[in-house]
């Protein structure tokens, strides 16, 4: 494993503490997207199924246990925890997720490495992380303002998506023989969904001022 | 191309 992927590792797991620490330490949930929370969960089981037929290394299961177990544990906060879940957005968070799951599913069917079950769900995962934070960057603009612990929330997954790309050049040229187009092709187009952010996001870091998106 | 990289990345 290379710096740049155990960087962008590190970046995701950072990403997922500030939120949960967020959530518990505010009690309170506002601004927060439980649709990409869910999306990110289902990412998590139907990539993670090879946790029951292949071993990696310690590392690589134990970081895939974090991130189910925390995935549920934010999702379980903001639907049932009794003083959290009263500060959802409901209203606002009404991002239609069959729009993103269905064709991410077909398109698994459709471009896999080969036509079984856990490949074609480990493809779908693939390529619906891709565009699950869709329905968290619609309601940020929604609500406009942009509290400094969803925003850095946010602004720590987009590092973590540009530290895998960096994690691929290096290996290109350091492993023979290594591709993967799927997963390079997808995680172009997860990064370059968050440009947009990543530009507010430093134009408020740069002047000092607290986050707001364009209406 | 074929791709069979080993799925070791998260």
Same mark, same amino acid.
């Given at each position: 494993?290379?710096?740049?992927?155990?960087?962008?590792?590190? %970046?995701?797991?950072?990403?997922?503490?500030?939120?949960?620490?967020?959530?518990?330490?505010?009690?309170?949930?506002?601004?927060?997207?439980?649709?990409?929370?869910?999306?990110?969960?289902?990412?998590?089981? %139907? #990539?993670?199924?090879?946790?029951?037929?292949?071993?990696?290394?310690?590392?690589?299961?134990?970081?895939?246990?974090?991130?189910?177990?925390?995935?549920?544990?934010?999702?379980?906060?903001?639907?049932?925890?009794?003083?959290?879940?009263?500060?959802?957005?409901?209203?606002?968070?009404?991002? #239609?997720?069959?729009?993103?799951?269905?064709?991410?599913?077909?398109?698994?069917?459709?471009?896999?490495?080969?036509?079984?079950?856990?490949?074609?769900?480990?493809?779908?995962?693939?390529?619906?992380?891709?565009?699950?934070?869709?329905?968290?960057?619609?309601?940020?603009? #929604? %609500?406009?303002?942009?509290?400094?612990?969803?925003?850095?929330?946010?602004?720590?997954?987009?590092?973590?998506?540009?530290?895998?790309?960096?994690?691929?050049?290096? #290996?290109?040229?350091?492993?023979?023989?290594?591709?993967?187009?799927?997963?390079?092709?997808?995680?172009?187009?997860?990064?370059?969904?968050?440009?947009?952010?990543?530009?507010?996001?430093?134009?408020?870091?740069?002047?000092?001022?607290?986050?707001?998106?364009?209406? | 191309?074929?791709?069979?990289?080993?799925?070791?990345?998260?």
């Amino acid at each position: 494993m290379n710096i740049f992927r155990l960087a962008g590792d590190m %970046t995701h797991l950072l990403s997922i503490i500030v939120l949960l620490l967020k959530i518990q330490a505010t009690k309170s949930c506002a601004g927060v997207s439980l649709k990409t929370q869910e999306l990110y969960a289902v990412v998590f089981v %139907t #990539r993670y199924l090879d946790l029951f037929y292949s071993f990696i290394s310690l590392y690589n299961t134990v970081m895939k246990i974090i991130f189910l177990l925390t995935a549920f544990t934010i999702i379980w906060y903001m639907r049932k925890h009794k003083v959290v879940c009263q500060t959802y957005d409901k209203e606002q968070d009404t991002f #239609r997720v069959l729009f993103l799951i269905v064709p991410c599913f077909v398109l698994a069917l459709l471009v896999n490495h080969e036509m079984s079950v856990t490949e074609v769900l480990w493809t779908f995962s693939i390529y619906l992380e891709a565009v699950a934070i869709l329905p968290q960057l619609v309601l940020l603009q #929604r %609500t406009k303002n942009v509290d400094n612990l969803t925003g850095n929330y946010i602004f720590m997954l987009g590092s973590y998506r540009a530290l895998y790309l960096v994690n691929w050049v290096y #290996r290109y040229f350091t492993e023979l023989g290594y591709r993967q187009w799927i997963v390079w092709v997808s995680g172009t187009v997860q990064t370059c969904v968050y440009l947009d952010f990543f530009y507010y996001y430093v134009q408020a870091w740069r002047n000092n001022e607290r986050m707001k998106l364009p209406g | 191309a074929q791709d069979d990289a080993p799925k070791d990345e998260l």
